[in-house]
Structures are given as structure tokens and as C-alpha cells.
């Protein structure tokens, strides 16, 4: 069976998430930005944390950690990245892009999305896939150590998954990425949409699937023509575009 997936809000605009396998009863926590709505999300279905996983080092996807192993009744298995055990919490099982990570019976494998940070890992599970700050609802991560081109090899390497993988990320900046979206290709009916359905159906709504997310992230639709003449880019390659994006993006 695959994962049963639940969206935790944390914080004030963050994003965790309980990964749940109904066969072992394993459950993962991805990213820790604070304990106590995650400890309830646990409680409200009687779920036992088995494992944490980390997408990167930032404080506000990992700083909850030492209060949640505190509000839990057995040890977790932390894993994170092996490029970034340095600056993560403690980890117990250090990983690799490429890897394969159990929850349970339901195997994951390590992506490398480096851009936001550099050794920035997203999981990807059949039907679901942990993207931390690289491919977020209806837009993408900042820049803060790796480039452009770099996030652009990241966010490919999402769009490889199978279409129907819902794509879950760490943050909720679904009103400004639709104000960016909009003004990149105003007539994209499919951005409002996404925008309307979070907003009567909640958290759980905020995050599609791969397919969706092309239809209506703007960052992914750097491949189109119609956007590089957008963007008065006719002819430049899919990777100047997403970087002129990018920077529009940090400019809006
Ligand atoms: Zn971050
Ligand atoms: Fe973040």
C-alpha cells in the first residue's frame, strides 16, 4: 500500500508532514520546524514516529527536533544528508543521492535538489515526493548557496518522477507565488484554480501532483516557448530562462 500522507502546518508559514505506512504501521516525520502540532497530528491517529526524515539544515525544517525525540515515547531514526551532518542535527542514518530510504515496507530514494542549499536531498516515495525548499507549490526555493543552473538540474530531476507524484514542500507561499505566476503568464487559468481549491479545502489541498504543478508553476514552465517570449527570452535555453525567473521571482 502506499504511504498515507498527512499535512502538518507549523510555525507560521511552514510545512511537515506524517509519511504512514498502513502495513508496518511505521510512520516518518519530514522536516521539524516546531514539536507540538506534530506530536498532536501523531496522537489525533494513534501514529508511532518510527522515523524523521530531513530535507536540509535550515533552522525553521529541523529546530523542533530535540523537543519532539523528548515528546516521544521510543528513539526515532534521523536521516539527513551526508553532505550536510556537519551543520544537521545528530543524524542515525546518513544518506546519499541515489540511496534508498525505507518507512517500513515502502522504499523511498535520496534526490539531490541543491540550489536553495547545496546538499539540500528531497524523498521520493511511489505517488509522493518530500521536496523541502527546491520545487514548492506553484513555485521554487531562493537561491541562497547554489546557482541558478543548479536549481534547474534539481527541479529536472523532480519532473523525472511520474507525473501522478504529489509533490510536497515545505512552505506555504501559495498567495505570493500566484501573484508571481500571474504576472508571468496572466491568462494561466490553472494557477487561480490551484489557489481556489486550497483555499476551501486547507492544507491538504495546498499540494498536487507533478502533472498539475507543470501546468501552473511558473518555474517549470520555463521549458515553453510561450513563456521565453514572455519574458522577451525567445531562444534561450530552458535553464537562462528559469534563472531570469528566478530572479524576477526575488525582485517581486
Ligand atoms: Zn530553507
Ligand atoms: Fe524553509
Same mark, same amino acid.
Given at each position: 500500500?502506499?504511504?498515507?500522507?498527512?499535512?502538518?502546518?507549523?510555525?507560521?508559514? !511552514? @510545512?511537515?508532514?506524517?509519511?504512514?505506512?498502513?502495513?508496518?504501521?511505521?510512520?516518518?516525520? *519530514?522536516?521539524?520546524?516546531?514539536?507540538?502540532?506534530?506530536?498532536?497530528? %501523531?496522537? /489525533? +491517529?494513534?501514529?508511532?514516529?518510527?522515523?524523521?526524515?530531513?530535507? =536540509? =539544515?535550515?533552522?525553521?525544517?529541523?529546530?523542533?527536533?530535540?523537543?519532539?525525540?523528548?515528546? %516521544?515515547?521510543?528513539?526515532?531514526?534521523?536521516?539527513?544528508?551526508?553532505?550536510?551532518?556537519?551543520?544537521?542535527?545528530? %543524524?542515525?542514518?546518513?544518506?546519499?543521492?541515489?540511496?534508498?530510504?525505507?518507512?517500513?515496507?515502502?522504499?523511498? &530514494?535520496?534526490?539531490?535538489?541543491?540550489?536553495?542549499?547545496?546538499?539540500?536531498?528531497?524523498?521520493?516515495?511511489?505517488?509522493?515526493?518530500?521536496?523541502?525548499?527546491?520545487?514548492?507549490?506553484?513555485?521554487?526555493?531562493?537561491?541562497? #548557496?547554489?546557482?541558478?543552473?543548479?536549481?534547474? /538540474?534539481?527541479?529536472? &530531476?523532480?519532473?523525472?518522477?511520474?507525473?501522478?507524484?504529489?509533490?510536497?514542500?515545505? =512552505?506555504?507561499?501559495?498567495?505570493? !507565488?500566484?501573484?508571481?505566476?500571474?504576472? *508571468? #503568464?496572466?491568462? !494561466?487559468?490553472?494557477?487561480?484554480? +490551484?489557489?481556489?481549491?486550497?483555499?476551501?479545502?486547507?492544507?491538504?489541498?495546498?499540494?498536487?501532483?507533478?502533472? #498539475?504543478? +507543470?501546468?501552473? !508553476?511558473? @518555474?517549470?514552465?520555463?521549458?515553453?516557448?510561450?513563456?521565453?517570449?514572455?519574458?522577451? %527570452?525567445?531562444?534561450?535555453?530552458?535553464?537562462?530562462?528559469?534563472? #531570469?525567473?528566478?530572479? &524576477?521571482?526575488?525582485? @517581486?
Amino acid at each position: 500500500m502506499p504511504l498515507q500522507v498527512i499535512t502538518v502546518p507549523c510555525l507560521k508559514d !511552514n @510545512f511537515a508532514f506524517l509519511a504512514h505506512d498502513p502495513d508496518s504501521g511505521a510512520t516518518a516525520v *519530514v522536516d521539524v520546524p516546531e514539536a507540538a502540532p506534530i506530536l498532536k497530528a %501523531l496522537d /489525533d +491517529r494513534g501514529w508511532r514516529a518510527t522515523d524523521v526524515l530531513l530535507t =536540509h =539544515h535550515h533552522a525553521d525544517h529541523v529546530q523542533g527536533l530535540a523537543a519532539l525525540q523528548a515528546g %516521544l515515547a521510543a528513539p526515532v531514526r534521523v536521516t539527513g544528508a551526508a553532505a550536510d551532518a556537519h551543520r544537521l542535527p545528530p %543524524l542515525d542514518r546518513a544518506v546519499s543521492p541515489g540511496d534508498s530510504v525505507m518507512v517500513g515496507g515502502v522504499e523511498g &530514494r535520496v534526490i539531490d535538489v541543491s540550489g536553495h542549499t547545496v546538499g539540500h536531498v528531497a524523498y521520493a516515495f511511489p505517488g509522493v515526493a518530500f521536496t523541502g525548499d527546491s520545487l514548492m507549490a506553484l513555485g521554487c526555493g531562493r537561491l541562497f #548557496e547554489g546557482t541558478a543552473q543548479m536549481m534547474w /538540474d534539481s527541479l529536472m &530531476r523532480l519532473a523525472a518522477l511520474p507525473p501522478d507524484t504529489r509533490i510536497c514542500s515545505g =512552505h506555504d507561499y501559495l498567495d505570493g !507565488n500566484l501573484a508571481f505566476a500571474r504576472s *508571468v #503568464e496572466p491568462d !494561466n487559468a490553472a494557477a487561480d484554480a +490551484r489557489l481556489t481549491h486550497a483555499r476551501q479545502k486547507g492544507a491538504e489541498a495546498v499540494h498536487v501532483t507533478l502533472d #498539475e504543478e +507543470r501546468a501552473s !508553476n511558473p @518555474f517549470l514552465r520555463a521549458v515553453l516557448p510561450e513563456v521565453k517570449a514572455a519574458l522577451g %527570452l525567445a531562444g534561450a535555453s530552458d535553464s537562462e530562462t528559469f534563472a #531570469e525567473l528566478r530572479r &524576477r521571482k526575488d525582485a @517581486f
